[in-house]
């Protein structure tokens, strides 16, 4: 059975400092890994989709790597802003299309 | 090129009643899944359907049942509902074979 464990699960900074947020899972037979934005009370925001034979993606400020044989990604936030404030989820996905998620880790940036 | 549409936004029932969710998959998916989400935690899978069937099932009991229609919306069904249903109901569309998911805002089901 596949888990996926986020850490920290909290996390505040002060404004424009860079940070590297924390997966793991359990099972290497992935088909791909997403990472997700979610704001209090709202649906899920998809930030980078990273498939199984690739090991890194970047979009803007965010830059996120997959490291399969060990059970790892990071998602990496360049100089963040207090917009950056969020819970970020990451989740696993298999070629059968079940996807698990870790609990996230909720970011604050502060001004 | 709208996305993932969910309705209701929120829903109070009572213990024992039944619901039902709905969903609209972004254009161009066939596929949905729906998701459970109690506060403070990540999303628990109920189950995925494609070509109107049940293709993958999380670990939930026979109470949450689903449908999918030849048009790829999809409807979540809750029957007998207990207190612990209250939750963020999120429903997320795909293409078959890409499983890179784009997620609606959720249906907040409020059990009293």
């Known amino acids: 059975k596949q888990e996926v464990t986020q850490i920290p699960a909290a996390l505040s900074v002060p404004e424009g400092e860079n940070l590297v947020l924390n997966c793991s899972f359990t099972?290497?037979?992935?088909?791909?890994l997403q990472w997700f934005r979610q704001d209090p009370g709202k649906g899920l925001t998809s930030l980078l989709l990273?498939?199984?034979?690739?090991r890194e993606q970047t979009s803007g400020r965010l830059n996120a790597s997959l490291d399969k044989s060990s059970g790892r990604s990071t998602l990496y936030i360049a100089a963040s802003q207090p917009g950056d404030s969020a819970t970020y989820l990451c989740?696993?996905?298999?070629?059968?299309?079940?996807?698990?998620f870790g609990d996230g880790t909720t970011l604050t940036v502060k001004p | 090129d709208a996305g993932v549409t969910q309705s209701p936004t929120h829903l109070i029932k009572t213990r024992g009643q039944q619901v039902t969710l709905r969903c609209s998959p972004k254009?161009?998916?066939?596929?949905v899944s729906w998701y459970q989400q109690a506060l403070g935690q990540g999303p628990q899978f109920i189950f995925q359907?494609?070509?109107?069937?049940?293709?993958q099932r999380g670990n939930f009991p026979d109470r949450f049942s689903g449908h999918q229609f030849p048009n790829y919306s999809s409807e979540l069904n809750v029957n007998a509902l207990l207190l612990g249903d209250s939750a963020l109901y999120l429903c997320?569309?795909?293409?078959?074979?890409?499983?890179?998911?784009?997620f609606g805002s959720g249906t907040r089901l409020t059990v009293v």
């Open positions: 099972d290497s037979a992935i088909y791909n």
């Open positions: 989740a696993v996905n298999t070629n059968a299309g079940k996807s698990t």
């Open positions: 990273i498939q199984s034979s690739q």
């Open positions: 997320a569309s795909s293409s078959q074979g890409t499983y890179g998911y784009t």
């Open positions: 359907y494609y070509e109107e069937e049940e293709r």
């Open positions: 254009s161009g998916h066939d596929t």
